[in-house]
């Protein structure tokens, strides 16, 4: 005699579904693909990031050098004087801005004691087709021409200020600060070929400082 002779049979397996290899193969490679890629991004943008911040230092670096060179001059000269080249280049055609105009060229002479030698001017070289900002020092026996920076841009390096930031005439005194501004510019990728002219190519800069002699006679 059988119990429960009427209840229906029930299959003893179940149903279970899961990956096939090739879709866990195919998973695994796109994975890495997806991984691969970002990971070569990222390298490739540090890179980018390190060449234009390795760029900008080494634009600025010859600046900031020709900046803190004039202000230690400055801050130890006697007399100072601001002028403009008649011959681009030529440091014996300086000229000193007349009386009554306004203070700013792109020269400046210092004379470190009360004597007419040894003095220096730091001027702004527009004979070629790279401006340079030079430094030319005389003493009594010896000359000694320096190049402080390059691809300047501005003509108007130099000016003498009151107080207020404003121009003063050319009429020396003590409390004058003097500034000193650059504009220039520097290739922004110095290792890559560019075709053609490359204007997007350059990046600008401004450095700019005042300066006031250290002793008040």
């Known amino acids: 005699m059988k119990l429960f002779s009427n209840l229906p049979s029930r299959s003893r397996r179940t149903n279970l579904s899961?990956?096939?290899l090739?879709?866990?193969m195919m998973s695994v490679g796109i994975y890495l693909f997806i991984f691969i890629g970002v990971m070569v991004a990222i390298q490739i943008f540090g890179l980018r990031v390190y060449t234009l911040a390795a760029t900008k230092l080494s634009a600025t670096a010859g600046a900031r050098k020709a900046l803190n060179q004039i202000r230690d001059d400055i801050r130890s000269a006697k007399t100072l004087q601001v002028g403009t080249l008649a011959i681009a280049g030529s440091v014996s055609s300086f000229a000193a801005i007349p009386n009554n105009a306004p203070a700013q060229?792109?020269?400046?002479q210092l004379f470190p004691t009360t004597n007419?030698?040894?003095y220096t001017i730091?001027?702004?070289?527009t004979s070629g087709a790279t401006n340079y900002l030079r430094g030319y020092t005389k003493t009594s026996t010896t000359t000694n021409l320096v190049t402080l920076a390059g691809y300047v841009t501005n003509t108007i390096v130099?000016?003498?200020?009151?107080?207020?930031?404003?121009?003063?005439?050319?009429n020396p005194k003590n409390n004058q600060v003097y500034k000193m501004e650059l504009d220039f510019y520097q290739w922004e990728y110095p290792i890559a070929f560019i075709g053609g002219i490359g204007l997007n190519a350059y990046d600008f800069y401004r450095l700019r400082t005042r300066?006031?002699?250290?002793a008040i006679d």
């Open 105 to 108: 060229g792109n020269a400046l």
């Open 116 to 118: 007419a030698v040894p």
């Open 158 to 170: 130099f000016d003498a200020e009151d107080f207020q930031g404003n121009i003063v005439v050319n």
């Open 122 to 125: 730091y001027y702004l070289d």
């Open 18 to 20: 899961a990956f096939t």
């Open 22 to 24: 090739l879709e866990m």
């Open 211 to 214: 300066i006031c002699r250290r």
